[in-house]
């Protein structure tokens, strides 16, 4: 009977490894070549997610250590007017392997260099951050989910706030950075 809980032991070691190489090996000769190609589709799921415009302008995969890694420029955010509510400029992410236990994306790190967010009062009062309203039920499934992961890391950020009901002039914050640790 011990014999026979070695040998399963053995089974189940040797399906997470051939799990483990099959989704290597599809991520580095199948996703990472055409990843760009996936840009509209990666645009729609965020689509989906916040309920706002998201344009990205370009994504490319390499590797790094074991994780693989992914450096998006030019997403942009909007508003329900269409105007720009946050710029990423310029992201790397780095995906982590506990992501597949864990069957939600899990990320080892996120570096944000050079965002722009723009946090606006309309002149009934409300307040707009990135294009989402702060009036009305919380919504912290993103946020939630940023703070699970490891490293969040914002480099030279800019946050303009407008004041459509004072009408006054805009004010911008430059150089702000944050990191987050988990």
């Not at 400029?89 to 790190?109: A, C, D, Q, R, Y």
């Amino acid at each position: 009977s011990l014999l026979w809980v070695y040998r399963l032991t053995l089974w189940l070691i040797a399906i997470a490894i051939t799990i483990v190489l099959i989704s290597a090996l599809t991520i580095h000769f199948w996703l990472m070549p055409n990843i760009n190609q996936f840009k509209d589709d990666i645009a729609n799921f965020a689509i989906q997610a916040t309920k706002q415009k998201v344009v990205i302008g370009d994504i490319k995969a390499y590797w790094q250590g074991v994780n693989p890694h992914l450096s998006i420029s030019n997403i942009d955010i909007y508003d329900a007017e269409d105007r720009p509510a946050l710029q990423l400029k310029n992201t790397n992410v780095g995906l982590s392997w506990l992501s597949i236990p864990m069957l939600e994306p899990h990320l080892s790190e996120i570096a944000v260099r050079d965002p722009e967010l723009t946090v606006r009062r309309i002149d009934s009062g409300e307040i707009f951050v990135a294009g989402i309203s702060m009036s009305g039920p919380s919504k912290p499934d993103l946020s939630n989910w940023l703070l699970r992961q490891n490293q969040l890391v914002i480099n030279n950020a800019k946050v303009i706030w407008l004041d459509e009901k004072r009408h006054a002039p805009e004010l911008s914050l430059d150089t702000v950075s944050y990191t987050h640790l988990a």
